[in-house]
């Protein structure tokens, strides 16, 4: 028996700030989810799955327009016509979008009940799953507790969008539970959504997050796609492999310009390095400059030329667009140095450093700043401002210093 478990879709997911860079491939990677969500589907029918496991957050919150849906819908009925059955739960951004309530999709598909947990038999598969959506995005009960016991002669699997508790910081914790939760439901695999890096968390029994399907930023990078999980005839899971759906990649190049001597050499040392990069599909790349130089405040003063003349350069190459360039060079003695952009960046880093473990000082900061009004609206707590979670926190502290960093870069 094989299954394709995928989860944080996230089709038409807007690409933010793209508009802001020269030259950027808008289109490819406007579409990139779509042509994503195509892969999936012919990887299941091409390898024959008995069935599709998606763990939440198809959707990106609420659509622009129903096109959306009418898509995913329709790549369900590609499914169906090929017998494959999918079984899916709701995850938090899938519980903004008003319009899912009532949209109609092939009946192939199984959506499961948010309310409470249900099991879904198939005898023909072998499969009993076992899953609950969100009823809200903001979902903060512990969902797995509450799922039913295994079915005793099938593989049974847990069907869930959640964030499991330790090591995922990054990711907020929506419908959060421990591993001993999975654990004590006795299940053969649970199939787990949100975290959009691919993990194996546990092989006894396999608790396994497939990431998301295509990386939507710069902080999203390397391969993205589904597992595939092969069941022998004992019940038990043989395999566990993954499989690339991504069709834009974002990967980041970290260059040592030491001994550099100039910017000529320091461009030429990029260029070098752009011929390593992968390019079998759409890669845009962030390129990191470090080591001591004597080139370090040509660096800073001719930013603008040097982003140019890589951007120009990566264009020799069809798959190949540079996003951004970042400079954390130091001087050939070196120490940082503490004039101009150089000097700035650092003492901006380390206030925000501090900040970000200071979640009270920030918001109390923030809560009277104009800036406040361009948070999210569904980032903001109750009282309209930002939730105290320190996770939030540091990442917008992060934020603020890429911001004023590219602002920098870009001589503004």
């Not at 038409?12 to 793209?18: K, Q």
């Not at 330790?166 to 990711?171: F, T």
């Not at 796609?225 to 004992?234: A, F, K, L, N, P």
Request: overall charge negative; glycine content about 8%.
């Amino acid at each position: 028996m094989k299954i394709l478990h995928a989860a944080d879709l996230h089709i038409d997911s807007p690409l933010r700030g793209l508009s802001r860079y020269e030259g950027a491939p808008e289109d490819d990677l406007r579409l990139a989810t779509r042509r994503a969500l195509d892969n999936l589907v012919r990887l299941a029918i091409d390898l024959t799955v008995d069935a599709v496991l998606l763990a939440g957050d198809v959707y990106d919150g609420d659509w622009n327009d129903y096109q959306t849906g009418l898509y995913f819908s329709k790549q369900m009925s590609i499914l169906k016509q090929a017998g494959i059955p999918v079984y899916m739960v709701s995850g938090n951004h899938d519980a903004k979008n008003r319009a899912m309530r009532t949209l109609k999709l092939p009946d192939n598909v199984h959506v499961f009940a948010t309310g409470e947990p249900e099991t879904v038999r198939n005898e023909k598969a072998g499969l009993a799953v076992h899953g609950q959506g969100f009823a809200r995005w903001d979902l903060a009960d512990n969902l797995a507790v509450g799922y039913p016991v295994r079915d005793g002669g099938l593989f049974n699997i847990g069907l869930l969008h959640t964030g499991l508790e330790g090591g995922y910081s990054e990711h907020k914790r929506y419908a959060p539970c421990t591993v001993a939760d999975l654990e004590a439901r006795n299940y053969d695999y649970w199939a787990l959504g949100h975290v959009h890096k691919q993990e194996i968390v546990s092989r006894e029994p396999y608790i396994v997050y497939p990431g998301n399907i295509q990386g939507r930023h710069a902080r999203e990078t390397g391969p993205k796609g589904c597992v595939v999980v092969t069941v022998d005839d004992r019940l038990r899971v043989a395999s566990v492999e993954h499989h690339d759906l991504d069709t834009a990649r974002w990967e980041h190049a970290e260059v040592d310009v030491t001994d550099r001597d100039d910017i000529d050499q320091v461009l030429s040392h990029v260029e070098e390095r752009f011929q390593e990069i992968p390019q079998e599909r759409l890669t845009a790349v962030r390129v990191t400059l470090r080591g001591a130089t004597s080139a370090h405040a040509a660096l800073w003063r001719d930013r603008e030329r040097i982003l140019n003349e890589l951007r120009a350069a990566a264009g020799q190459f069809p798959n190949l667009w540079l996003e951004k360039i970042k400079i954390r060079t130091s001087g050939e003695d070196g120490g940082d140095s503490r004039e101009g952009a150089a000097g700035i960046l650092t003492d901006l880093r380390r206030t925000l450093s501090a900040l970000g473990t200071d979640p009270d000082g920030l918001l109390a900061r923030l809560s009277s700043h104009p800036l406040i009004g361009r948070i999210p609206a569904e980032s903001k707590g109750p009282e309209g401002i930002a939730p105290k979670d320190p996770a939030w926190v540091r990442g917008l502290a992060d934020e603020a210093y890429q911001l004023v960093e590219s602002l920098l870069q870009e001589g503004r």
